[in-house]
Structures are given as structure tokens and as C-alpha cells.
């Protein structure tokens, strides 16, 4: 059997468990027939246990099976595919792909986003991390000459359809653009992250990836219009909570620092969102939109 059916069958067990929760073996097998997930052939105990291993290997989900109530399986750890998780995000690429690739005769029919340059550095960068060796990276910023830099690979992040390396020069952290970098190579010189030091935490309080010393704010916006609606289906912030619901607004508040990449998604909300608390935020807000009306009224 080909890798790439092998991964398909791994998806297949883990989208079954998250839609009906707690499966006997026989159940799982009903509906692993019923699809055709293996042309309509059976699925084995063994076959089934060594897809369970891998799983856990790969994805981190964790398979378990409850013998107090009929030897029915489940996953134990369904956190693991929450939020912004590489488990999850790697789900959920290899569900599309997998759904895509049997779909290659509606091609014109599929639109995709493109993504900017910087993929190629991927497997350099995560060789680096991987192996603990800084790295030397040719970098052009926007508006700006070239230079070379040596710098210790701590985490990646995907934002708004480009790749972020987040990394420590020695002095400080420094976020980088994939798109950006012309050259990247790995070095000999080995670094090592703290171990008390999470990427997760780092990008925590923030929205994007602009860090800076912003302070945390407990941030209040009124939506209007169907703007709730987007908002509840896909959260800005992890801290993101409904406070006040009627049926002409929405209140949604934040504990956040509210950097220029927060209020620049706030931004395409356009008038169906106001920023009601702090006061200052609110202001800021107000000057950012008046010069955008001040540009077209020229």
C-alpha cells in the first residue's frame, strides 16, 4: 500500500472518532466498509492497532478504548486538536489534501490562495530546529538593503498566509518573513532553547506576529450587522469572549496587546465593528480610520 493511502486511513480513523465519538470495533468497521475506506475491504484488529500506534506518533492522539462500557474506542485527548496545534493544523492539511487529491477532475473549480515565497527555507529551518544549530540567513527587508545574519531557530509561524521564523540573535528576539529571506544555510554552531521558554506563551497575548511591549489590555468591541457572526465562528484571540448579545450588537471582549496587527484585523471588519474600551485604543482606532477617510477625500 502507497505512504499516501496509509495517511489517508490514519485521517479517516481520527475524523470517525471526532464525528461519533465512541466506537466498538465492529462499529468502526460498519462504517470503514460502509465508506470504502480500504475498497470496501474489512479492517483488521492488527491493522487497526498498528494504524493507533502510528496515529499517536504522528498526531499525538491518543486512541483508547473504554472496557467498562462495551470495549467501545474514543479519543482520550481531543485537546490535542483544538486551536492553533501543529496536530491540528497537520489534520487539517491532510484531510484537505487527501480530499483534494481524490477530486483532481474539479482542478478548475477549487480555488486556492497563493502563498508567497519562503517554503523552500522550510526544510532548512526545521532541520535546524530539529538539530539545535543556529542558522545563517540572508535577509531583505522592505524598503531596505540585504544583510546576513546569524540567528538560533526557536519556532515557526504561519500568519496570514506567510511563514514567521521566531528567533533569539543573541540579544533579543527577532521575527523573520520567509518571503523575505534570500539565503538560508545551516551553521556549526549549536544553541539551545531555555526549557523553560515556550514559543506557544511567547505569542500568546498577542494577535499576528508583531511582539513588542504593547501592554496587555483588556480590549471591549461592539459588532453590528452579521460581523457577530463572523466573529464567533473564528475567534481573533484565544481570550476572545461574548459578554453582551441584543439583537442590534454584539459585545466581544479581549485581554490582549493590542499591537498594529490586532487593530489592522479590526480594520477589515470596517463599520461593522467599534471599539468601545480603553478609551486610548478607542482614539487610536478613530485617527487610523479618519486618515484613511482624509486620503480619499483628497
Not at 496536530?87 to 487529491?101: A, D, F, K, Y
Request: aromatic share 12%; glycine share 4%.
Amino acid at each position: 500500500m502507497k505512504p499516501a493511502q496509509i495517511y489517508q486511513q490514519y485521517i479517516w480513523l481520527i475524523n470517525a472518532f471526532r464525528r461519533y465519538r465512541q466506537m466498538t470495533l465492529d462499529e468502526l468497521n460498519e462504517h470503514w466498509m460502509r465508506e470504502g475506506v480500504a475498497d470496501g475491504n474489512p479492517l483488521p484488529r492488527t491493522t487497526f492497532n498498528r494504524h493507533r500506534d502510528a496515529i499517536l506518533d504522528m498526531f499525538g492522539v491518543i486512541i483508547d478504548c473504554d472496557v467498562k462500557d462495551h470495549y467501545k474506542y474514543y479519543i482520550a485527548n481531543p485537546e490535542v486538536l483544538l486551536d492553533d496545534s501543529l496536530e491540528r493544523w497537520m489534520l487539517s492539511t491532510m484531510t484537505v489534501g487527501g480530499v483534494l487529491s481524490d477530486s483532481v477532475s474539479l482542478k478548475d473549480r477549487i480555488i486556492l490562495e497563493n502563498v508567497p515565497a519562503g517554503e523552500e527555507y522550510l526544510e532548512t529551518i526545521i532541520s535546524a530546529i530539529k538539530a539545535g544549530k543556529k542558522i545563517l540567513m540572508q535577509y531583505q527587508r522592505f524598503g531596505a538593503d540585504s544583510y546576513k545574519k546569524v540567528v538560533a531557530p526557536y519556532a515557526l509561524k504561519l500568519f496570514h498566509r506567510r511563514w514567521y521564523l521566531l528567533s533569539f540573535t543573541g540579544h533579543h528576539f527577532a521575527t523573520y518573513s520567509l518571503d523575505r529571506m534570500q539565503a538560508v544555510n545551516l551553521t556549526d554552531e549549536d544553541f539551545q532553547m531555555p526549557a523553560d521558554f515556550s514559543p506557544q506563551d511567547y505569542f500568546a497575548e498577542y494577535f499576528g506576529v508583531l511582539t513588542d511591549e504593547t501592554p496587555l489590555t483588556h480590549v471591549v468591541v461592539r459588532a453590528y450587522g452579521k460581523t457577530p457572526n463572523y466573529l464567533r465562528t473564528l475567534p481573533l484571540h484565544l481570550s476572545q469572549r461574548t459578554t453582551t448579545v441584543t439583537t442590534d450588537y454584539t459585545d466581544f471582549s479581549f485581554d490582549i496587546r493590542p499591537t498594529a496587527d490586532f487593530l489592522g484585523q479590526l480594520l477589515t471588519h470596517a463599520d461593522g465593528l467599534e471599539i468601545l474600551q480603553p478609551q486610548e485604543l478607542r482614539a487610536r482606532f478613530q485617527q487610523q480610520v479618519e486618515s484613511i477617510l482624509q486620503r480619499y477625500q483628497k
